[in-house]
């Protein structure tokens, strides 16, 4: 079957890497911004949302009710997790779709003034899979466009919503423009792969450690499972942060964990780990470009398209 995956990693041996400060583990906490992307017939798109807490698909006509549920993430959901990682000075990565930046621009540019990073997850909330290199090459580009337009700032990571296309990475890297991607939930800690000619770092995501299992059957049910969940993965990696370089990932959502029974899951979080000390919390940008420093590669050279 050739060697097309990739099951072995780091078995034989992890590069020798230290955090900045001597920190065990690296902290990425990604607040998703797909609200105003998620699909709508009133939009134009081909169909409506379907997937939200309360699953209810309306079929064929415009539906009001989920664009309100999606709403509620810009309107509140935003401000209470500001007020969160501000109250530790927390950096964070804010994945953003093209076309949420493209119809709040207010917020991109309120989360780069405050030090967090921007970055790019498709224009609409939506695959990759299936799509051409063409429309891939063109959905990239859009996505690139419309967050830095709306932030002033060129884009440096990407993450596609679940399912990319085999060639999205090369596509990327063609591109230009990305640092890094995240289209990858193979391991805990960052790993550079060759695109051609071009090494590129990744940054493993993760499902697990993911307010969206707040949905139905996701498992998450009280504000508490989210912050035990959470901690337990943040408690065996930062052990095991002494011989290895371990990052966390913790994925986030405007119209989730920013509900008033959940917002407090997430400052408990950030409180327990602010505690604990040896913890790096970095905006995965950052913490690409210091991967590729620690393991020998050139600056990062932007081509921007």
């Known amino acids: 079957m050739g060697d097309r995956r990739n099951f072995i990693g780091y078995r034989h041996g992890h590069p020798d890497v230290r955090w900045p400060d001597g920190a065990r583990l690296a902290v990425s906490f990604v607040v998703n911004v797909e609200e105003g992307a998620e699909l709508s017939i009133a939009d134009g798109d081909e169909r409506n949302e379907s997937i939200y807490e309360a699953r209810e698909e309306v079929i064929g006509s415009p539906d009001p009710c989920m664009e309100s549920h999606y709403g509620y993430g810009p309107r509140v959901g935003y401000g209470r997790i ?42 609409r909330w939506e695959r990759l899979a299936g799509m051409s290199e063409d429309e891939q090459r063109a959905n990239i580009a859009r996505t690139f466009n419309a967050v830095r337009e709306a932030g002033g700032i060129a884009p ?37 792969v060759p695109v051609g000619e071009t090494p590129h770092v990744v940054l493993p995501y993760a499902f697990d450690t993911n307010d969206m ?28 942060g002494g011989d290895i ?12 964990i920013g509900r008033p029974a959940r917002i407090g899951a997430l400052e408990a979080l950030l409180d327990s780990m602010a505690a ?9 940008a950052q913490i690409a470009t210091y991967w590729r420093h620690a393991v020998g590669l050139p600056d990062f050279a932007p081509v921007e398209a």
């Open 82 to 123: 500001l007020d969160a990682l501000s109250r530790h000075s927390t950096p964070a990565t804010f994945s953003c779709c093209g076309r949420a930046a493209a119809r709040s621009p207010w917020m991109v540019r309120d989360i780069v003034s405050r030090g967090h990073e921007a970055s790019c997850h498709g224009w």
């Open 213 to 240: 299992r707040f949905q139905p059957g996701g498992g998450f049910v009280q504000p508490e499972d989210f912050t035990r969940y959470c901690l337990a993965a943040f408690d065996r990696l930062w052990r095991e």
């Open 276 to 284: 604990r000390g040896g913890v790096w919390f970095a905006t995965r």
């Open 156 to 192: 440096r990571g990407w993450h596609t919503r679940s399912a990319s296309a085999p060639e999205t990475r090369r596509l990327l890297v063609e591109h230009g423009g990305f640092l890094y991607d995240s289209d990858a939930y193979d391991d805990d800690t960052p790993y550079v």
């Open 245 to 256: 370089p371990r990052i966390l990932s913790i994925g986030l959502h405007l119209r989730i």
